[in-house]
C-alpha cells in the first residue's frame, strides 16, 4: 500500500426532501448571501430551484441566481459568474445540477475569492489557487461524483482544451443528495451516469500497484452495485432503491475512496476529455466509446488483473487468457445495454 491521505470533509445530508435544509446547511457553513449557480432549465421546471430559495429565505440568506451552465462547462460563462458574484458581494456558492453545474460553481468560487486572477491561471496552475469561496450543492444526476471530489472540469473554448483542475479547495461544505430529484432524467443521461461512475473506479482499478486489498473489496463492490442498480433504475427511472444506490456510488467512486494507497491512471478521461473538447459529446458516452479498444491495447500487459476483475465483478469462472477476454467482452456489453457508444464510430 502507498502512503496516502484521506480526508473528504464534504458533509453529506442523504434522503427525501433534504433539499429543504438548504438554508440551514448555508447558515451553518457561514454563508450570508449565496449565488445559485444551476444548468439549462430541468431544476427550475422541475420546481427543486423554487423550494432552494425558500428554503434560503426562510434562513434570512439573501441571493442571486446564475443560470444557463451547458454540459461541458465553459471557461467564458464561468468568468461571466466570477464578475456576477463579486458584483453581487456573495460568499458562498450553490452548484444546483449536475457536474456541469458544480464545476462552474467552484470555478466561480475560486474567482470570487481571487478577483483580478485569470481562471484559466488557476486551472493550469500558473498561479497557486490559496483560498476560495465556499460551495454547498444540491445534486440531481449521479455521475461526476463532483459533489465530494477534489476535481472540477473547465473547457477553455479559445484554445480548445477541456481540462480538470485538482485542488482540496474543490471539496464542497456540503452535498444534498436526494435521490428522488433525479427521476425527471432522460435515460440517455442515467446511461452516461452509470458509464462515468463505473470508469472513476475502473480508472482507479487497472495501475500497476494493486497490493491493497481492502480498496480492491471497495472498488470491486461499488462495481457489483453499480451494474446492478444501473441496470433497474434504466426499467425504472423512478426506483428510489435503485438511485440511492448509484447517488451514493457515485460520490463513493470518485472522492477517491476506490483508489486509495495506489497510483491514479485516469488515460480514459483524458482521452474522453479531447474527444469532447472537439466534438462536445456528452462525457461519459466519451469514456465508453475508448474504453474497450483501451482495455484491448492494455491487458496482454497484466492478465491476472484482468482475470481478477473478470470473477469478482462479472462472476466468471476460470483462468487465463479467455476470462480476461470474457470480463472485457462482458463490460462493453453491459455499456452497450445501457445505450452507450462502444466505439468511436457510434
Ligand atoms: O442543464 P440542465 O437543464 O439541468 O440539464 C442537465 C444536462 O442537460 C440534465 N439534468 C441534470 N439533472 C437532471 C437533468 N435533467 C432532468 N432531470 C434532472 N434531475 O442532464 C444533463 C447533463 O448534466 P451535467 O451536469 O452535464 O452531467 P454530469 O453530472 O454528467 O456532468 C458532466 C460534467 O462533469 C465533468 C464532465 O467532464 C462534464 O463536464 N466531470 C467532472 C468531474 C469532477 N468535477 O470531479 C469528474 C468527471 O470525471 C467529469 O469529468
Ligand atoms: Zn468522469
Not at 490559496?130 to 444526476?141: D, E, S
Not at 483501451?294 to 487468457?321: C, L, M, P
Amino acid at each position: 500500500m502507498r502512503n496516502f491521505t484521506y480526508c473528504v470533509p464534504t458533509e453529506i445530508v442523504f434522503g427525501k426532501d433534504t433539499e429543504v435544509s438548504c438554508g440551514r446547511e448555508v447558515k451553518k457553513h457561514g454563508g450570508t448571501k449565496a449565488l445559485i449557480v444551476y444548468g439549462g432549465g430541468s431544476a427550475r421546471r422541475s420546481g427543486l430551484l423554487e423550494r432552494i430559495e425558500k428554503s434560503l429565505e426562510e434562513e434570512g440568506i439573501a441571493y442571486a441566481e446564475f443560470g444557463g451552465v451547458k454540459p461541458n462547462p465553459g471557461l467564458a460563462f464561468a468568468e461571466e459568474g466570477v464578475e456576477k458574484g463579486i458584483r453581487e458581494k456573495v460568499d458562498f456558492i450553490m452548484g444546483v445540477g449536475g457536474g456541469s453545474a458544480i464545476d462552474t460553481a467552484k470555478a466561480i468560487a475560486h474567482g470570487v475569492a481571487n478577483p483580478g486572477i485569470p481562471l484559466w491561471d488557476i486551472w493550469m496552475k500558473k498561479v497557486p489557487l490559496t483560498r476560495t469561496t465556499k460551495v454547498g450543492v444540491v445534486l440531481t444526476i449521479p455521475a461526476a461524483g463532483s459533489e465530494t471530489s477534489d476535481s472540477a472540469v473547465l473547457t477553455n473554448e479559445v484554445i480548445g482544451k477541456k481540462s480538470g483542475l485538482g485542488t482540496e479547495l474543490n471539496r464542497p461544505a456540503f452535498a444534498i443528495m436526494n435521490p428522488e430529484l433525479t427521476f425527471t432524467l432522460p435515460k440517455y443521461q442515467i446511461g452516461c451516469g452509470i458509464a462515468d461512475i463505473m470508469m472513476h473506479t475502473l480508472e482507479r482499478y487497472f495501475i500497476p500497484d494493486q497490493e491493497n486489498r481492502m480498496t480492491d473489496e471497495i472498488a470491486e463492490g461499488l462495481l457489483r452495485t453499480v451494474i446492478d442498480s444501473g441496470r433497474k433504475a434504466l426499467q425504472n427511472p423512478a426506483d428510489y432503491d435503485a438511485m440511492s444506490e448509484l447517488m451514493w456510488c457515485g460520490s463513493l467512486s470518485h472522492n477517491n475512496l476506490t483508489g486509495l494507497g495506489r497510483a491514479k491512471d485516469f488515460s480514459v478521461h483524458k482521452l474522453g476529455h479531447a474527444l469532447s473538447a472537439r466534438f462536445d459529446c456528452v462525457h461519459g458516452a466519451t469514456l465508453t466509446a475508448v474504453w474497450g479498444s483501451w482495455a484491448e491495447y492494455v491487458w496482454t500487459n497484466d492478465v491476472n488483473r484482468f482475470v481478477h476483475y473478470a470473477k469478482q465483478v462479472w462472476g466468471i469462472e476460470g483462468s487465463g487468457e479467455e476470462t480476461a477476454r470474457e470480463g472485457i467482452e462482458k463490460t462493453v456489453s453491459y455499456f452497450k445495454s445501457i445505450g452507450m457508444p462502444v466505439s468511436l464510430g457510434e
